[in-house]
């Protein structure tokens, strides 16, 4: 079976914390996405890492790749009020569809 | 980068009526289009995946008679929710897919669209 888990569920940080999300799949890929969505609105597309050791970091969000592992994780340095939202990875497995996450929903407290 | 378009945004049916949404991508073509469900503080669950010129694929136990997918352009899908009910009730986003060589892809999502089924 495909599945794809997120971990935490739900995160609860401090303003200028460092933290890391966790996402797990279960077949062998190697394209995964990581995804953010607000509140009532659709999704926005953070990185897309196509290969084992892929690194990609933009402003306070780094995402990585580890093939081998099946795990991809999203790492939050000094966090800040503005990243609050619900992050989602996406994987593509052998049928060509992207599988979601479970998502973990971050609120970041000041 | 590519833009999806969805309308309605928002829409109020009452029971056993039906509803169309429509999706679009505005400054590309695409041949592949994707039907998602999600219900609130919940994951995005695949539906459908819809073919232009061909019959959509639906995924295991969504009911093709009750949600059905016309996908007659490569900038246009649409998804009808027939004889719709309270269950029906949710956000439903698609999602064009544009290859980009090696067997790569990139998915472009349109804003979503709010159900609400009295």
């Known amino acids: 079976e495909l599945k794809v888990e997120q971990n935490p569920l739900f995160l609860s940080m401090q303003e200028g914390k460092n933290y890391t999300i966790y996402c797990n799949y279960s077949t062998t890929s190697d394209r995964l996405y990581w995804y953010r969505q607000d509140p009532g609105k659709s999704l926005e597309s953070l990185f897309v890492?196509?290969?084992?050791?892929a690194v990609k970091q933009e402003g306070r969000l780094m995402a990585s790749l580890d093939t081998k592992a099946r795990l991809s994780t999203l790492h939050i340095t000094a966090a800040v009020h503005d990243l609050s939202a619900t992050y989602f990875c996406?994987?593509?497995?052998?049928?060509?569809?992207?599988?979601f996450g479970t998502g973990t929903r971050l609120t970041i407290i000041p | 980068g590519a833009v999806v378009s969805q309308h309605p945004s928002r829409v109020i049916c009452k029971s056993g009526t039906s509803v169309k949404i429509e999706c679009r991508s505005l400054d590309f073509q695409a041949t592949t289009m994707f039907w998602y469900r999600q219900f609130p503080k919940q994951s995005l669950m695949l539906m459908a995946t819809s073919n232009e010129g061909s019959k959509a694929t639906y995924e295991q136990g969504v009911e093709k008679d009750k949600f059905l997918i016309n996908h007659a352009s490569l900038t246009l899908s649409t998804l009808t929710v027939t004889s719709a009910h309270p269950e029906d009730s949710s956000f439903y986003i698609c999602?064009?897919?544009?290859?980009?060589?090696?067997?790569?892809?990139?998915?472009?999502f349109g804003p979503g669209t709010r159900l609400t089924v009295t």
């Open positions: 999602s064009a897919r544009v290859p980009r060589g090696s067997g790569n892809y990139e998915q472009y």
């Open positions: 890492l196509l290969s084992n050791g």
């Open positions: 996406a994987v593509y497995f052998g049928n060509e569809k992207l599988t």
